[in-house]
């Protein structure tokens, strides 16, 4: 009796709303949070600088009290900025290993209904051994079902998804550089072609990858349409 991955229309419809509901409360609750950063930031300013009037004598320069005010309110600008888009590639990261994690225990789950698995050393292999090394691993079970995931209209998005999670995550490195081979734009200031990766050293300490709304959302169609495209039933060979 061969093994076989049944994907179920309930099942698939499961497998998809996740990330309609990544989407829907990203841009219309998360994002919006940050919507008037500028604003709030130029009130900062206009508080502290009233703060100093009251507190310093008239034969102060107004002057100074201005640039220490507009100081404070880049200062808020940029931290809030900094949390903006942190905040955007923890939701892209995390959209990610929800996939990898998804794809991984429905693979488990649907060979281990009605077969053991074994490593070449005779071991049975169980969920915490099952898939550890990632997407090759993940690729390789689906190949023992004849079918190539690398033939999805939209794999492309998803291994590209794949690299700037290991970017986000450990910084610069293998990932880093297969990503900028496939979206250079990713890695380039908006006011010069400066690498910020390779000047910053991080992807989470300083504003470098230039991700934008259209991206999260072109990652989440994806992840959709992986599940759209499946078949229904694959067998092992």
């Known amino acids: 009796m061969r093994a076989q991955l049944y994907l179920y229309d309930s099942l698939r419809s499961k497998f998809k709303e996740p990330y309609r509901l990544y989407i829907d409360t990203y841009t219309k609750r998360i994002a919006l949070v940050f919507d008037n950063i500028e604003e709030e930031a130029s009130q900062i300013a206009d508080e502290h600088f ?27 600008y940029e931290g809030l900025s900094l949390i903006r888009y942190n905040t ?3 939701w892209i990261s995390t959209m990610y290993q929800f996939w990898e994690q998804q794809v991984r225990k429905f693979l488990f789950e649907e060979i281990s209904r009605t077969h053991k698995m074994y490593d070449k050393k005779n071991n049975e292999i169980t969920f ?3 898939c550890t090394r990632g997407i090759n691993e993940i690729k390789e079970a689906f190949l023992k079902f004849d079918y190539n995931l690398e033939t999805l209209t939209i794999w492309s998005d998803i291994d590209e998804l794949r690299l700037l999670a290991n970017v986000i995550k450990h910084g610069d490195g293998q990932s880093a550089s297969q990503l900028e081979q ?3 734009s990713f890695f380039k200031s908006q006011v010069s072609n400066s690498n910020l990766l390779e000047l910053y050293k991080s992807t989470l300490t300083e504003i470098v990858l230039n991700i934008n709304e259209s991206d999260f959302l072109r990652y989440g169609n ?7 495209e499946l078949p229904e039933r694959m067998y092992s060979k």
Not at 54 to 68: L, M
Not at 222 to 228: K, S
Request: glycine fraction near 6%; charge should be negative; aromatic fraction near 18%.
């Open 182 to 184: 496939l979206k250079p």
């Open 50 to 76: 009233r703060e100093m009037g009251t507190y310093f004598p008239e034969y102060h320069d107004e002057g100074d009290f201005a640039e220490d005010a507009w100081e404070k309110g880049l200062e808020h």
């Open 88 to 90: 955007k590639l923890m």
């Open 128 to 130: 915490k051994s099952f």
């Open 222 to 228: 994806a992840l959709i349409v992986f599940w759209d």
